[in-house]
């Protein structure tokens, strides 16, 4: 993976802000770059250096295996979601259509600049 791209992708989950989130695509098709895969490969190897639980799948479902911790964080933040999570943090999703962020002014140009690095 290249260095550069891992950084970019984790330049745009530093940029979320509390209470709302993006999936893998939407990170991908704002750099213009990777897939949602490839996303998802960035934030396995290095997510702990930013907030991982605003990035999941386009479905709303959070990271697997992390799920009770990234409910407190979604509680914590006032993310919207559907449900509630029981023992093992199953049985809720993030509802996406009100919780997707959409960057501003100031954000996008920092987007094109971050598209601009991976040409």
């Known amino acids: 993976m290249r260095r550069d791209y891992a950084d970019a992708v984790l330049a745009v989950a530093d940029l979320i802000p509390p ?11 704002l750099l213009d770059a990777g897939g ?9 190897a290095r997510g702990s250096e930013v907030c991982w639980w605003r990035v999941l799948r386009s479905s709303g479902q ?11 964080h979604y509680r914590q933040e006032g993310t919207p979601v559907r449900g509630t999570a029981d023992d093992d943090g199953a049985g809720y999703r993030v509802r996406m259509d009100s919780a997707r962020w959409q960057p501003g002014d100031a954000e996008w140009k920092l987007l094109d600049s971050l598209r601009e690095g991976l040409r």
């Open 19 to 29: 209470g709302r989130v993006l999936s893998y695509g939407d990170i991908a098709e």
């Open 36 to 44: 949602p895969r490839q996303v998802g490969a960035v934030l396995s």
């Open 62 to 72: 959070p990271l697997r295996y992390h799920e009770v911790r990234a409910w407190e």
